[in-house]
């Protein structure tokens, strides 16, 4: 169920419960990871960055799959374009 925000400043929403969020944008190609181990692995796949060119976030997929292979599934997504999203302000 998404939660409706409200605008309270240029870029930055809040919801109902007080938490604020600020727009990110996300670029067309994207890196994904997610845990491979109990009690870590939820099975969600989570952003792990975003490239306007394919060949920057294929490169980046093998850096981290080289020195994180162990702990972290990586996969790349194209989403086909970029997209802006709200991101929760710790």
């Not at 604020?20 to 491979?36: A, G, P």
């Amino acid at each position: 169920m998404q939660q409706e925000l409200t605008k309270v400043d240029d870029g930055v929403w809040t919801d109902n419960n007080g938490n604020h969020y600020h727009e990110e944008r996300v670029l067309r190609y994207r890196v994904y990871f997610k845990h491979l181990h109990k009690p870590y692995d939820t099975g969600n796949w989570l952003l792990h960055s975003s490239h306007s060119i394919e060949q920057s976030a294929i490169d980046t997929m093998f850096d981290e799959k080289e020195d994180n292979g162990d702990l972290y599934d990586y996969k790349l997504v194209d989403n086909g374009e970029a997209t802006t999203i709200k991101r929760l302000l710790y």
